[in-house]
């Protein structure tokens, strides 16, 4: 079975500009979960879809931040204008969504380490 | 917010030893999990616990969830090289459907 897959790995921009992230979940997961983690801190969740719809965003800039999830399978997540902050590698994970005492099991990609110069 | 706390922050042993982490809320979970993140990778689960006072062992690494479903423990015997990584609780709140909230981790280091 595939794991999850992010792209690009790593990026190095300046800041106010633009960048994008892109992941392809698990096939078959309903949940898709985008994570920033900032070096000597946990993952702290950005945005949580289920199949294509947002169940939470609460922690997610919007001024900046921005996440799709067309046809409920892979997605993107922007940033712009970057600032210096940002520098965080950002994680992207999938769970099956299915209700039992497992269903919040996630499984994680590689990440992206996004530097802002 | 339910914050987990994750002590120590950094450990360092030799092959052989034993070593325990620690994971704790005054907030109670559903659920908790443990993680272990290498350098340039996402996290891989471990372990999930859901019952109070539940015990699983994996291999070496015995996990231990509180009886008031608040904290939890790591505990590795004969630590190897392998066992080296951050090591991460993360908590389902109770009605936060698939949310999890990670601790800071624990950087274990184990030398030959």
Redesign the interface.
């Known amino acids: 079975e595939a794991g999850?897959a992010q792209s690009p790995r790593y990026k190095i921009i300046e800041k106010r500009q633009s960048v994008a992230f892109w992941c392809n979940p698990i096939s078959g997961h309903a949940?898709l979960?985008w994570y920033q983690q900032i070096l000597?801190?946990?993952?702290?969740?950005l945005i949580?879809f289920?199949n294509n719809g947002v169940?939470?965003d609460s922690q997610l800039p919007k001024d900046r931040f921005s996440a799709e999830r067309l046809k409920g399978v892979d997605s993107t997540l922007k940033i712009q204008p970057a600032k210096l902050e940002d520098s965080a590698v950002y994680?992207c994970?999938s769970?099956p969504?299915e209700m039992g005492?497992?269903?919040?099991?996630?499984?994680?990609?590689?990440?992206t380490?996004l530097t802002v110069l | 917010t339910q914050l987990l706390e994750q002590s120590p922050q950094f450990l360092s042993i030799q092959e052989g030893e034993n070593l325990t982490v620690y994971c704790n809320s005054s907030s109670v979970f559903s659920s908790l999990q443990w993680y272990r993140q290498e350098p340039g990778e996402g996290p891989v689960l471990l372990v999930t616990v859901v019952t109070g006072g539940e015990v699983k062992k994996l291999k070496r690494l015995t996990f231990q969830f509180g009886d008031a479903r608040k904290d939890s423990s790591l505990h590795i015997t004969a630590a190897q090289p392998g066992d080296t990584g951050l090591y991460l609780c993360a908590g389902g709140p109770g009605g936060s459907w698939g949310k999890l909230q990670f601790g800071a981790g624990t950087q274990v280091v184990v030398t030959p």
Request: hydrophobic fraction near 25%.
């Open positions: 999850v949940t979960y000597g801190q946990g993952p702290k969740l949580q289920q169940v939470d994680l994970a769970s969504g005492p497992h269903y919040n099991e996630q499984f994680f990609g590689p990440g380490r």
